[in-house]
């Protein structure tokens, strides 16, 4: 079963860095676009960035402050954050989509989560 796990979160001061990974297993044939988002509390989750082959798009919010990368031989995506802020602090999720077994058809991934919290 293709599942996706987030690592990486945790608690920093505002101005420093955390580096998000997120590993994709199980029974892989291919995996397309895969992206990042976030939660806040009383927030509607929103998307961070996406990388798609060579290409990366970024939320305005994340733009020249983060950095979306992946591993393809490794079936890792990685996000490294700099220059973090409070406003920063949510729950991140990594999203792919996946052609896994056992019918192979892409179908849309979520991971569990990771707590990323900025303090000032």
């Known amino acids: 079963q293709v599942q996706l796990m987030e690592s990486g979160g945790g608690l920093v001061q505002a101005g420093g860095s955390l580096r998000l990974s997120c590993v994709a297993s199980g029974t892989i044939r291919g995996i397309s676009d895969v992206g990042w988002y976030r939660e806040a509390p009383g927030k509607p989750r929103e998307w961070v960035a996406t990388?798609?082959?060579?290409?990366?798009d970024y939320a305005g919010s994340a733009e020249h402050r983060f950095t979306i990368s992946k591993d393809n031989v490794k079936k890792m995506v990685y996000l490294q954050m700099n220059n973090l802020k409070p406003e920063d602090t949510a729950v991140y999720y990594c999203?792919?989509?996946?052609?896994?077994?056992?019918?192979?058809?892409?179908?849309?991934?979520w991971g569990q989560g990771t707590q990323v919290t900025v303090t000032s």
């Open positions: 999203n792919a989509v996946i052609s896994g077994s056992p019918d192979w058809r892409f179908r849309n991934y």
């Open positions: 990388i798609s082959g060579g290409n990366t």
